[in-house]
């Protein structure tokens, strides 16, 4: 299904994008696994996270919604069931990568398996930590791609390990491990990556403490075998998905939208303080804790963008959101540097290379390397559009450049708009609530 965006004179209203993804899929692992009953609300009813709730219930969990929320019964932690079926994670590698780690550590055999998309990504990443504490990999395709197969020895051994690559998915498999690991299970990351599991363990009960030194190196320690008790847990709306009407109302002139109850974890909120230094009008109100997470609601207004140097060390806190900054770049004065992204390349798709090559189709000029993108802006969007992109199984790039449709001189479009399901479902009506012309 492919879609097209054009030119608008401004988006307006109030908006409340979906929960968050990441806290979405850790609520149901948890839930799943913890005595007795998990209340969730505002989960995210997307594909990625029902597919991770289908895989819940493959090994044991018991869940089901009533009313506005899901109540989920767990197994109680060391007692998951072997799944009778493959695991089909479809685009999502959070779910696949965490519930590796999850399920890994059992003494039984877990296949899991996933769309064309998650079968071109790298599991290494996973599967080396969890060898080392004793897992078996029965099966595995050319050049650490899915199908896999794990099986987990009699007792997993508790490691140290410490994370080689920046990502929240490498941390959180091997703690999610150690949770069926007797003895302390220990992860090392040089610097913060969201720390979502770390939270929600402790908010259900695992015995677990962070170091933070003053590097800003984390060691987390996780006491195995321990009991986890059901929780409520509220999920607040995913930054992610705000990040896409939050540039469209900034690079729309005669926008201003309300988006409310955004997650304002520090570890997420690195696209907010580039877009405010970019001079993005963006106005943080309602601030307060609800369920261990900052939230807050923002308004956005339309604005006068100035290209800027993204620093390296800032990737993490907004890894996500490359594919859209990028966009907000193409209509800034000047030219904006994204530095330290090399692991934008081993997303849904190659996002360095799908959101160059989206750029350039559409006329705008940028330059891209290794682990780098320069792309220098025309403030008034005069000559942009008029490219379809293809957006490669990549939710991203789908909502990504339909943005850019909204305020460049040409329409644009994607040739695949229903991947975006896996992370906004009703991404085209909200938008489209707001003014804009998505069809
Ligand atoms: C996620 C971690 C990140 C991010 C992904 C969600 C998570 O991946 O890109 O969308 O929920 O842990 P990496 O761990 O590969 O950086």
Known sequence: MSLTSRKLHGLNGDCTVPGDKSISHRALMLGGLASGKTRITGLLEAEDVLNTLKAMQAVGAQAEKQ???WHLVGTGNGVL?????????????????LCMGLFGAYDF????????????????????????????????????RLPITLRGPWQTAPIEYRVPVPSAQVKSAVLLAGLN???????????????HTEKMLAGFGAEIGVETGKSGERRISLVGQGKLTGQDVIVPADPSSAAF???????????????????????????ITTLLEMGGNIEISNQRNSGGEEIGDLVVSSSELKGIEVPAERAASMIDEFPVLSVAA???????????IGELRVKESDRLDAVARGLEINGVECRDGNDWLEVTGRPDGKGIGGGRVATQLDHRIAMSFLVMGMASEKPASVDDGSIINTSFPGFTELMNGLGAEIG
């Open 330 to 340: 193409a209509f800034a004065d000047g030219k904006t540097m994204m530095k330290g």
């Open 81 to 97: 069931l072997a799944p009778e079926n493959d695991l089909d994670f479809g685009n999502s590698g959070t779910g696949c990568r």
């Open 245 to 271: 009407p939050m540039v469209a109302a900034l690079i729309v002139p005669e926008s201003e939208i309300t988006l409310k109850n955004i997650l304002l974890n520090p570890a997420r909120t690195g696209l």
């Open 67 to 69: 009313g506005e929320e």
């Open 109 to 144: 055999p877990t296949r899991f398996i996933g769309d064309a998309s998650l079968s071109s990504r790298p599991m290494e990443r996973i599967l080396a930590p969890l060898k080392r504490m004793g897992v078996q990999v029965d099966e595995m395709q050319e050049g650490d």
């Open 181 to 195: 690991t007797p003895g302390i299970t220990r992860v090392i990351e040089p610097h913060l990556t969201r720390d």
